[in-house]
């Protein structure tokens, strides 16, 4: 039998309409709703990290591969750049999130700026190198086919080598992207909240879990589906089957 003194703690938060387990603060915190006071499996309010969650991945790749595929053009037409810009890349890929994302708070401050810099950074590695394979794997007779059509180097580079090398483009693509679903989970360290934040607030909440495990997972996969959709709408030539 529990003592009195042992059940006041379950009586007050059974007055509040909490559930037995849950921090009295927290039941605080979240008495608007009877979904949180219950520790629900999901419950409505929590779209705002997911959709923000979203915003600095989206902005995170496209600065990416914005920089990545500058960075192989210039260094597909100039050959001895291509060791130093891959030495580049991979030290920033491999430095840990947490201390790249403390790295910069002096520097870019408290904020999204300072999560977009970090994750864009380890993104260029993956697209960088992907793109680059890409142009290297053009075949030759493709490319003497478009000088002999009287093309210049630049515009062979835009309209012979850069589109064969879009299935390696795309396949860096959705790496980078699918990585950095994952990685963006602690931008909240950054103060640029996302799933990460109300999982670290409080684990024990069934919610936060959720959000912090099933939508990554959910938007990882919506976003490697999208990015395949718009490859296979971007080369229709490899749909094509012969007869």
């Known amino acids: 039998m529990l003592t009195l003194a042992a059940k006041a703690p379950l009586l007050v938060a059974a007055a509040n309409g909490c559930a ?10 979240h008495s608007e709703t009877s979904c949180v006071a219950r520790n629900g499996f999901f419950c409505a309010g929590y779209t705002g990290p997911f959709f923000k969650h979203l915003w600095i991945v989206v902005i995170s790749v496209a600065v990416g591969f914005t920089l ?3 960075l192989a053009m210039v260094s597909h037409r100039h050959r001895w750049l291509i060791p130093p810009l891959t030495g580049v890349t991979g030290i920033l890929y491999t430095v840990p999130s947490l201390a790249f994302f403390f790295l910069l708070l002096p520097i870019t401050g408290f904020g999204t700026d300072t999560a977009v810099i970090a994750l864009s950074a380890y993104t260029l590695q993956i697209i960088y190198r992907n793109i680059l394979a890409g142009l290297a794997n053009v075949p030759p007779e493709a490319k003497d086919a478009g000088r002999g059509m009287g093309m210049t180097e630049r515009e062979l580079l835009w309209r012979v080598e850069l589109p064969l090398a879009v299935p390696e483009l795309f396949a860096g693509l959705r790496i980078a992207t699918v990585s950095t679903v994952a990685i963006a989970t602690l931008a909240f360290f950054a103060g640029a909240g996302g799933l990460g934040d109300p999982l670290y ?4 909440f069934k919610t936060n879990v ?3 495990g099933g939508l990554a997972i959910l938007m990882a996969i919506a976003l490697d589906a999208l990015l395949l959709g718009l490859q296979r709408l971007v080369t229709p030539w490899r749909r094509v089957r012969p007869a």
């Open 20 to 29: 037995p387990g849950l921090p009295a603060n927290f039941c605080h915190q």
């Open 68 to 70: 990545a595929l500058a």
């Open 201 to 204: 607030k409080d684990i024990t």
């Open 210 to 212: 959720i959000l912090a």
